[in-house]
């Protein structure tokens, strides 16, 4: 995973690109003049390339097993899934794009937050694209947890395809009732020393923007632009709060583990008595993997936690539009939604509206199995909060780095 002080410094240097950006190439063009049956006939016999992050084995055997199959067997479309994540997705198309190269060298990609961000201040993505999906008539586009993506409408330059919240993780024999505040927590840190850290990446950010907002009590305060003022004074009560842990943090907090399996690791040898993920089923998933014990569960603390989706971009210079728009199509089709959903395939949440999609497919999703350690979505949802506008994430990330890492 790359250092997220690396992304900060990124954001910071796309800020003062000033670049032309040619028009899409033709084939994207006249994708828009065409309807969806002649834009499906388009993308027969094409091969497309996605990319995409590929850390967990779970998502890769949907998309590799089953996604990749379906796609070839009812599109007729060769998808070929490639390595790559935020700050790779943006080097590579900023770097395409100052070479003035008039195809990109992926079709679509796995984006969201910061990412979108930036893709869309170097003009790189195409669209508005959605409404062109016919599956896109299925999807709650006023839902601010789909319709806006860190504070940022997508206006239909990114397509919803997942939708997830932040959850920690605990072993319910060694950890009965864990904390469930912020004072809980502290109290509970400086009576079992050692036993518990904050990852310094994205998950682990996005637990400490959770606490940001949550030390003020005021679940919307972080909503809207960013905000220097209101940034510098929130992340200061956030690091005086950290401080205070630091020393009962795991090895006094003089390091903080870089990437999230360390975490789960930690936890599953019992070093650590909490670990934590962004995808909220993931504790049922890696019970069933054999990772974690079968006594762990989930838990949130009362002041909640972000709440966010996650999307598909094309690129503008794609020379695949038509393939790309139709695998997107497919991603947030029923069937697909469907089986990503299952707790034992991914246990992504769905970004359909249940209420729109017609039988059998209303009641296929509604009788799916319960979570079984994995706290029930409507639990969630009741202290979920609206991801901030990006620049939080970066400040954060990189004044993390400063006063806990140095």
Same mark, same amino acid.
């Given at each position: ?19 032309? *950006?040619?028009?899409? =190439? ?6 828009? $003049?065409?309807? !969806? ?9 094409? =091969?497309?390339?996605?990319?995409? !992050? ?9 998309? /590799?097993? !089953? ?5 070839? /067997? ?60 016919? &599956? ?6 006023? &839902? +601010? ?15 919803? !395809? ?18 469930? $505040? ?20 994205? $998950?682990?950010? $996005? ?31 956030? @690091? ?30 019992? /070093? ?8 909220? *089923? ?10 974690? +014990? ?6 949130? @603390? ?27 199509? @497919? ?27 017609? /039988?059998?497919?209303?009641?296929? @999703? ?41």
């Amino acid at each position: 995973m790359v250092p997220l002080f690396s992304r900060a410094l990124l954001f910071f240097q796309l800020v003062w690109i000033v670049a032309c *950006t040619p028009p899409p =190439t033709k084939e994207a063009s006249k994708v828009w $003049t065409q309807d !969806w049956a002649a834009i499906e006939q388009q993308a027969r016999g094409t =091969t497309v390339r996605m990319m995409m !992050w590929q850390g967990d084995p779970l998502i890769n055997r949907y998309m /590799e097993d !089953w996604v990749v199959t379906r796609v070839k /067997e009812q599109l007729d479309i060769d998808l070929q899934l490639l390595p790559g994540q935020g700050n790779e997705v943006v080097k590579r198309l900023l770097a395409e794009k100052e070479a003035g190269k008039q195809e990109n060298s992926f079709d679509l990609c796995w984006i969201n937050g910061e990412t979108f961000f930036q893709l869309r201040q170097l003009e790189v993505l195409l669209g508005p694209f959605t409404q062109v999906l016919p &599956n896109s008539q299925y999807i709650n586009f006023q &839902n +601010p947890f789909i319709g806006i993506d860190f504070q940022q409408p997508v206006e239909g330059y990114e397509c919803p !395809w997942g939708n997830v919240q932040l959850a920690l993780i605990y072993d319910s024999l060694r950890t009965p009732q864990p904390p469930q $505040t912020l004072q809980e927590l502290e109290d509970w840190v400086k009576a079992n020393p050692g036993k518990f850290t904050i990852p310094y990446e994205f $998950t682990g950010m $996005t637990l400490l923007k959770s606490w940001m907002i949550g030390l003020t009590g005021n679940p919307t305060v972080l909503n809207g632009p960013f905000d220097e003022s209101k940034y510098q004074a929130l992340a200061s009560g956030l @690091f005086q709060y950290l401080e205070r842990l630091r020393p009962y943090l795991w090895r006094q907090g003089t390091t903080f583990p870089t990437s999230l399996s360390a975490t789960h690791q930690l936890f599953a040898n019992g /070093e650590l008595a909490f670990t934590m993920s962004n995808n909220d *089923t993931e504790v049922d998933n890696k019970i069933r993997q054999g990772i974690f +014990p079968g006594s762990a569960k989930s838990f949130v @603390f009362k002041s909640g936690t972000i709440q966010n989706s996650h999307y598909l971009g094309i690129p503008s210079h794609t020379p695949q539009a038509a393939g790309a728009l139709a695998v997107a199509n @497919f991603l947030i089709s029923p069937e697909a939604q469907l089986r990503k959903l299952q707790p034992s395939v991914w246990g992504d949440g769905t970004v359909l509206d249940i209420s729109r999609l017609p /039988e059998p497919w209303r009641s296929s @999703f509604q009788a799916l199995p319960e979570r079984k350690n994995a706290l029930p979505r409507s639990v969630l949802q009741t202290v979920a909060l609206q991801e901030p506008a990006p620049e939080y994430m970066l400040r954060l990330s990189e004044d993390f780095r400063k006063k806990m890492l140095q």
